[in-house]
């Protein structure tokens, strides 16, 4: 029983960084219609970055977090902006491939300016707490506990502020919406700068948590989309129950089943949901 | 008067092809040329579903990958000889593709984008764990030409295989460009532009993506059998998805939708490395920026650049 | 008179020109950058090292004319498309004969599937996949000693140690880092113990909680670690996290500098490491410190641990090539390989096979070591009992 639980928390710290990259993905495919491929590599730029502060320029680790989420918010402006309102227009495929360019570039820049070599963002956060045989890293629970509250930040900012219900009404209706009076080329930038400030933030946990290095922000981008699917296009529930699922899966079938295919698990379920419930787990028809 | 303009083009660029060998002062840009041949019967493929069709596949170099190893997997365990083991190839390639393309097209646009990507990523682990059958990370070695030193040809000369690519090159795309002229190449470009349309009129629209898919695998399978025989070593490292993000760039870059396109575009891929040896870091910014910058002001490709210069060349005459 | 003396004088010129400096270029394929950048980096670091040292020392020496190396190195990123390429660059546009390097066993067996048939002698470097010295490749010939070897020492070791049950976590998608668990297994056995379990973890896992909860649950008396040190690094501290006690065992390599990014002192404190005796700075030899101290002052960084398998590489060529007497004869050069003893300016402490560096299969054995974390330096502590004849003879019968 101790190891059930002890898998089940072990998940729960993983699909809190997958619900964070869900989340940005979803905002931008749910409200704009684009398969931010790029995601990943960006939010893994944000963790570089939080690291190069902390370790380059002796910031305090939460001012070094602040920084980087300014540096994203700008950085996810300059994207919508450069990369994809240029292909707006233009058939669907465009902005896939635009998306796939931006991944490559931003490996690379991350590649040039931050090494080959794994980054671990320091914390000093070393204590463990054991609770009747369950054991978890200090670390781990504030991660925990800032994936809930971003993921509570951004349903109030989604249900209750003007801005919001302006995103919520451009992505159920753009036409009506711009008869409304909104202003239908200021949101496609507020919901890049969002999206990237998350992706932001899940970079920062994963690199304090875990580890950055080239290959792993693709790695997470695809398994965010695992989530998107299973949990349904531009819900923000079914993010957070589709990320805290695949992560507990995750980790239960490594710990029960076998470990070699771990990473398989996460296409296994993105291929069943497609062939039998396309919506995903909390989508609309 | 256009046909037979298309047709002189085509007739030069084929004698080009054949004399090249001997054109080539370096060794080096032989083997190059044969690579580059090799992603062309790959591009072609990736043309039919990307271009034609309007879906992009993220797992074409997946593809390649199980071309690859059942090549030189039926020439170890069943003692196959090389052409028949080719041949089939493509086939195991076509049944893997029925498998991935039934769930995979029952979904449009990015999430079918993903969708294959995601097979892609399971045939990689699958071939990297699967170690009883494809020996993992070690990779197969030793896997033998078409023929011997004796015999009518001699295959360990390189100019032997670049011939024999280029045959397969071209049969390929004269392929590729009978069936885009067909009613089934139609379809595929109606599905294109208007999905919706084509459904509304009756056509059953699953069963051209369908077919499409296939036979773009088909030609992925093929590509990585000639690969396997040329190289005589195979591991998984070279079918992931990086390299099906080459296939995708050289359609893009040699110009979507047509027959030229993955030519250019195979030999842009191929080539375009060598001439880029600086760090790693600067040719992946490089050619992502190619991506982006293609797709915003080139979206067809060098060929769509070239045509477009060639009717105002025409129109200025007049 | 005059017409002899300026004969003479002509004469006298013609010969010091004939006799005057030419230049050997020696070829690199190695991972510049990505992910095997860690390993091949620094080993095309130490070929440029010692080729520097050799020309500082007058260059290579064929009768009366003296060779200076210069070293042209191309990047294979690890891949084995791009290693064919790099070598095929080297041989047939820069009229290379030998090639060094080759840190990665996968770009390395593409390479190795064809070089039998070029003009070339391939050196190997830190590449563990042991087929490549099992083809009977006579232009081959390879300093870093297959995993399975250093396994088979390793399982003898934790044996002798008392553990009957020992837990696996290893990076087994890979071919050697299978093959050094099942010879560690094998030895293991022998002595009564058991493996209870091989959890797996890939290159680009960083989260290995999962598999070591499992572990803790099998309440095994060992654990063994085998794989990357980037995520090996995390298996350690998420071991100390989640509660294990047991003594950890590993085959990882790795500079303390890569596993106090992840862990701290104490969290990595007892651990062991089992393999070659590659560089160490609190147990090498003068030849490793002076190597740790010329390329510090060359790199600005420490040399990696592996990264003497290059160095050594260079000195046996310079050796095999002054011992056949020829640059042009690559047949001659690879033959003298094969009869060459360990040569003076070698790093790694090689254990020579009939007296020679490399035996017949071209594979050079090094000492296997137990190396221990202690108050944040890996100490070396002993040897491992390792038996370099009776594995070369083990080698020369697999295919």
């Given at each position: 029983?101790?190891?059930?639980?002890?898998?089940?928390?072990?998940?729960?710290?993983?699909?809190?960084?997958?619900?964070?990259?869900?989340?940005?993905?979803?905002?931008?495919?749910?409200?704009?219609?684009?398969?931010?491929?790029?995601?990943?590599?960006?939010?893994?730029?944000?963790?570089?970055?939080?690291?190069?502060?902390?370790?380059?320029?002796?910031?305090?680790?939460?001012?070094?977090?602040?920084?980087?989420?300014?540096?994203?918010?700008?950085?996810?402006?300059?994207?919508?902006?450069?990369?994809?309102?240029?292909?707006?227009?233009?058939?669907?495929?465009?902005?896939?491939?635009?998306?796939?360019?931006?991944?490559?570039?931003?490996?690379?820049?991350?590649?040039?300016?931050?090494?080959?070599?794994?980054?671990?963002?320091?914390?000093?956060?070393?204590?463990?707490?054991?609770?009747?045989?369950?054991?978890?890293?200090?670390?781990?629970?504030?991660?925990?506990?800032?994936?809930?509250?971003?993921?509570?930040?951004?349903?109030?900012?989604?249900?209750?502020?003007?801005?919001?219900?302006?995103?919520?009404?451009?992505?159920?209706?753009?036409?009506?919406?711009?008869?409304?009076?909104?202003?239908?080329?200021?949101?496609?930038?507020?919901?890049?700068?969002?999206?990237?400030?998350?992706?932001?933030?899940?970079?920062?946990?994963?690199?304090?948590?875990?580890?950055?290095?080239?290959?792993?922000?693709?790695?997470?981008?695809?398994?965010?989309?695992?989530?998107?699917?299973?949990?349904?296009?531009?819900?923000?529930?079914?993010?957070?129950?589709?990320?805290?699922?695949?992560?507990?899966?995750?980790?239960?079938?490594?710990?029960?089943?076998?470990?070699?295919?771990?990473?398989?698990?996460?296409?296994?379920?993105?291929?069943?949901?497609?062939?039998?419930?396309?919506?995903?787990?909390?989508?609309?028809? | 008067?256009?046909?037979?303009?298309?047709?002189?083009?085509?007739?030069?660029?084929?004698?080009?092809?054949?004399?090249?060998?001997?054109?080539?002062?370096?060794?080096?840009?032989?083997?190059?040329?044969?690579?580059?041949?090799?992603?062309?019967?790959?591009?072609?493929?990736?043309?039919?579903?990307?271009?034609?069709?309007?879906?992009?596949?993220?797992?074409?170099?997946?593809?390649?990958?199980?071309?690859?190893?059942?090549?030189?997997?039926?020439?170890?365990?069943?003692?196959?000889?090389?052409?028949?083991?080719?041949?089939?190839?493509?086939?195991?390639?076509?049944?893997?593709?029925?498998?991935?393309?039934?769930?995979?097209?029952?979904?449009?646009?990015?999430?079918?984008?993903?969708?294959?990507?995601?097979?892609?990523?399971?045939?990689?682990?699958?071939?990297?764990?699967?170690?009883?059958?494809?020996?993992?990370?070690?990779?197969?070695?030793?896997?033998?030409?078409?023929?011997?030193?004796?015999?009518?040809?001699?295959?360990?000369?390189?100019?032997?295989?670049?011939?024999?690519?280029?045959?397969?090159?071209?049969?390929?795309?004269?392929?590729?460009?009978?069936?885009?002229?067909?009613?089934?190449?139609?379809?595929?470009?109606?599905?294109?532009?208007?999905?919706?349309?084509?459904?509304?009129?009756?056509?059953?629209?699953?069963?051209?993506?369908?077919?499409?898919?296939?036979?773009?695998?088909?030609?992925?399978?093929?590509?990585?059998?000639?690969?396997?025989?040329?190289?005589?070593?195979?591991?998984?490292?070279?079918?992931?998805?990086?390299?099906?993000?080459?296939?995708?760039?050289?359609?893009?870059?040699?110009?979507?939708?047509?027959?030229?396109?993955?030519?250019?575009?195979?030999?842009?891929?191929?080539?375009?490395?060598?001439?880029?040896?600086?760090?790693?870091?600067?040719?992946?910014?490089?050619?992502?920026?190619?991506?982006?910058?293609?797709?915003?002001?080139?979206?067809?490709?060098?060929?769509?650049?070239?045509?477009?210069?060639?009717?105002?060349?025409?129109?200025?005459?007049? | 008179?005059?017409?002899?003396?300026?004969?003479?004088?002509?004469?006298?010129?013609?010969?010091?020109?004939?006799?005057?400096?030419?230049?050997?270029?020696?070829?690199?394929?190695?991972?510049?950058?990505?992910?095997?950048?860690?390993?091949?980096?620094?080993?095309?670091?130490?070929?440029?090292?010692?080729?520097?040292?050799?020309?500082?020392?007058?260059?290579?020496?064929?009768?009366?004319?003296?060779?200076?190396?210069?070293?042209?190195?191309?990047?294979?990123?690890?891949?084995?498309?791009?290693?064919?390429?790099?070598?095929?660059?080297?041989?047939?546009?820069?009229?290379?004969?030998?090639?060094?390097?080759?840190?990665?066993?996968?770009?390395?067996?593409?390479?190795?599937?064809?070089?039998?048939?070029?003009?070339?002698?391939?050196?190997?470097?830190?590449?563990?996949?042991?087929?490549?010295?099992?083809?009977?490749?006579?232009?081959?010939?390879?300093?870093?000693?297959?995993?399975?070897?250093?396994?088979?020492?390793?399982?003898?070791?934790?044996?002798?140690?008392?553990?009957?049950?020992?837990?696996?976590?290893?990076?087994?998608?890979?071919?050697?880092?299978?093959?050094?668990?099942?010879?560690?297994?094998?030895?293991?056995?022998?002595?009564?113990?058991?493996?209870?379990?091989?959890?797996?973890?890939?290159?680009?896992?960083?989260?290995?909680?999962?598999?070591?909860?499992?572990?803790?649950?099998?309440?095994?008396?060992?654990?063994?670690?085998?794989?990357?040190?980037e995520p090996a690094a995390f298996i350690y501290r998420q071991s100390v996290e989640?509660?294990?006690?047991?003594?950890?065992?590993?085959?990882?390599?790795?500079?303390?500098?890569?596993?106090?990014?992840?862990?701290?002192?104490?969290?990595?404190e007892g651990v062991w490491d089992l393999r070659p005796t590659e560089l160490t700075l609190l147990s090498a030899s003068d030849n490793?410190?002076?190597?740790?101290?010329?390329?510090?002052?060359?790199?600005?960084?420490?040399?990696?641990?592996?990264?003497?398998?290059?160095?050594?590489?260079?000195?046996?060529?310079?050796?095999?090539?002054?011992?056949?007497?020829?640059?042009?004869?690559?047949?001659?050069?690879?033959?003298?390989?094969?009869?060459?003893?360990?040569?003076?300016?070698?790093?790694?402490?090689?254990?020579?096979?009939?007296?020679?560096?490399?035996?017949?299969?071209?594979?050079?054995?090094?000492?296997?070591?137990?190396?221990?974390?202690?108050?944040?330096?890996?100490?070396?502590?002993?040897?491992?009992?390792?038996?370099?004849?009776?594995?070369?003879?083990?080698?020369?019968?697999?295919?």
């Amino acid at each position: 029983m101790v190891e059930v639980i002890q898998q089940i928390i072990n998940g729960v710290a993983i699909g809190g960084v997958y619900v964070l990259i869900a989340l940005g993905l979803t905002t931008v495919f749910g409200i704009l219609g684009i398969a931010h491929f790029a995601h990943g590599s960006i939010s893994m730029f944000g963790g570089y970055l939080t690291f190069f502060f902390v370790t380059g320029w002796g910031f305090t680790l939460l001012l070094a977090i602040l920084v980087s989420l300014i540096v994203g918010l700008i950085l996810g402006f300059l994207v919508e902006l450069l990369a994809y309102r240029p292909v707006r227009n233009a058939s669907h495929i465009n902005a896939f491939i635009v998306a796939l360019g931006l991944t490559m570039m931003v490996e690379g820049l991350n590649l040039e300016f931050f090494g080959h070599e794994q980054i671990v963002i320091p914390t000093n956060l070393s204590r463990v707490f054991n609770i009747g045989g369950v054991t978890i890293p200090e670390l781990r629970l504030y991660v925990i506990l800032a994936a809930a509250l971003l993921i509570i930040a951004m349903t109030l900012f989604v249900e209750k502020t003007k801005t919001g219900q302006a995103i919520r009404a451009v992505a159920e209706n753009r036409d009506a919406a711009i008869l409304m009076g909104v202003n239908v080329n200021t949101i496609p930038l507020v919901v890049f700068s969002i999206s990237t400030a998350l992706g932001v933030c899940a970079g920062v946990m994963v690199g304090s948590l875990f580890a950055i290095a080239p290959g792993i922000g693709e790695g997470l981008v695809v398994k965010g989309f695992a989530v998107l699917i299973l949990g349904g296009l531009g819900s923000i529930p079914g993010a957070v129950v589709g990320g805290l699922v695949l992560g507990i899966t995750e980790a239960l079938a490594a710990g029960f089943i076998s470990s070699a295919y771990k990473d398989v698990i996460a296409f296994v379920v993105m291929i069943g949901v497609l062939l039998f419930r396309p919506q995903g787990l909390m989508g609309k028809e | 008067m256009t046909l037979n303009r298309t047709f002189v083009f085509y007739a030069l660029a084929l004698v080009g092809f054949i004399l090249l060998p001997q054109l080539i002062a370096v060794k080096y840009y032989l083997h190059l040329s044969i690579l580059a041949l090799i992603w062309v019967i790959a591009a072609q493929g990736q043309n039919l579903i990307q271009g034609y069709t309007g879906y992009v596949s993220i797992v074409q170099a997946g593809f390649m990958g199980i071309g690859a190893y059942s090549t030189a997997l039926m020439g170890i365990h069943f003692n196959m000889p090389v052409w028949l083991s080719i041949t089939l190839a493509p086939f195991v390639t076509a049944f893997f593709a029925l498998l991935t393309g039934y769930p995979s097209l029952r979904v449009k646009g990015h999430y079918f984008a993903i969708v294959t990507l995601a097979f892609n990523m399971v045939i990689f682990i699958v071939l990297m764990n699967f170690h009883q059958l494809t020996q993992g990370e070690a990779g197969i070695t030793g896997i033998p030409k078409p023929g011997g030193r004796e015999g009518l040809l001699n295959w360990r000369d390189r100019e032997t295989y670049y011939y024999f690519v280029l045959i397969i090159a071209v049969l390929t795309t004269i392929l590729a460009a009978l069936i885009v002229r067909s009613r089934v190449g139609q379809t595929l470009v109606a599905i294109r532009q208007n999905e919706g349309l084509v459904g509304a009129i009756g056509i059953a629209a699953w069963k051209y993506k369908l077919f499409a898919f296939v036979i773009s695998a088909m030609f992925g399978g093929l590509a990585g059998a000639v690969y396997a025989h040329y190289q005589s070593f195979i591991n998984p490292e070279i079918f992931g998805v990086a390299q099906s993000l080459d296939a995708i760039l050289a359609v893009i870059v040699g110009g979507s939708g047509t027959i030229s396109g993955p030519v250019i575009g195979a030999f842009f891929v191929v080539f375009l490395p060598e001439y880029l040896r600086f760090a790693d870091s600067f040719r992946l910014i490089l050619y992502g920026l190619v991506l982006v910058l293609a797709t915003i002001f080139m979206p067809r490709g060098i060929v769509g650049v070239t045509s477009d210069l060639v009717s105002k060349w025409q129109s200025r005459k007049k | 008179m005059r017409l002899t003396a300026i004969t003479a004088a002509f004469a006298l010129t013609a010969t010091a020109a004939l006799a005057a400096d030419k230049t050997l270029d020696i070829g690199v394929s190695d991972a510049l950058t990505g992910g095997g950048a860690v390993y091949g980096l620094p080993q095309a670091n130490a070929v440029h090292l010692a080729a520097k040292e050799i020309n500082a020392a007058g260059g290579i020496k064929i009768g009366d004319d003296m060779y200076t190396l210069n070293v042209i190195a191309y990047d294979d990123k690890a891949n084995p498309t791009e290693a064919s390429n790099a070598v095929r660059k080297l041989i047939d546009r820069d009229g290379v004969k030998y090639i060094l390097g080759f840190c990665c066993s996968g770009a390395t067996g593409a390479v190795a599937s064809f070089i039998e048939n070029e003009d070339a002698v391939m050196l190997v470097g830190n590449a563990a996949e042991r087929s490549i010295t099992t083809r009977e490749i006579s232009n081959l010939t390879r300093t870093r000693p297959p995993a399975d070897y250093t396994g088979a020492a390793a399982g003898t070791f934790v044996a002798e140690k008392g553990h009957k049950r020992v837990a696996v976590l290893g990076a087994l998608d890979v071919g050697f880092y299978a093959s050094y668990v099942d010879a560690f297994e094998k030895e293991l056995n022998k002595a009564g113990g058991k493996i209870v379990s091989r959890e797996a973890f890939g290159l680009k896992d960083r989260d290995m909680s999962p598999q070591l909860t499992k572990i803790r649950g099998q309440e095994p008396d060992a654990i063994l670690v085998v794989g990357y040190v980037e995520p090996a690094a995390f298996i350690y501290r998420q071991s100390v996290e989640l509660g294990i006690d047991v003594p950890r065992y590993g085959f990882t390599s790795g500079s303390e500098e890569q596993f106090l990014r992840v862990a701290t002192s104490e969290q990595m404190e007892g651990v062991w490491d089992l393999r070659p005796t590659e560089l160490t700075l609190l147990s090498a030899s003068d030849n490793g410190k002076a190597y740790h101290a010329n390329y510090s002052a060359e790199f600005g960084i420490a040399p990696s641990p592996s990264s003497p398998y290059a160095y050594d590489q260079t000195y046996a060529l310079k050796d095999a090539i002054e011992a056949a007497g020829t640059v042009e004869d690559t047949a001659a050069v690879a033959a003298a390989l094969r009869e060459l003893s360990v040569p003076d300016e070698v790093v790694m402490q090689y254990l020579p096979v009939d007296g020679k560096m490399f035996d017949e299969n071209g594979q050079a054995y090094t000492s296997n070591g137990a190396f221990q974390w202690q108050s944040g330096n890996w100490v070396f502590v002993q040897d491992l009992p390792s038996d370099a004849a009776a594995y070369s003879a083990f080698l020369s019968t697999i295919d």
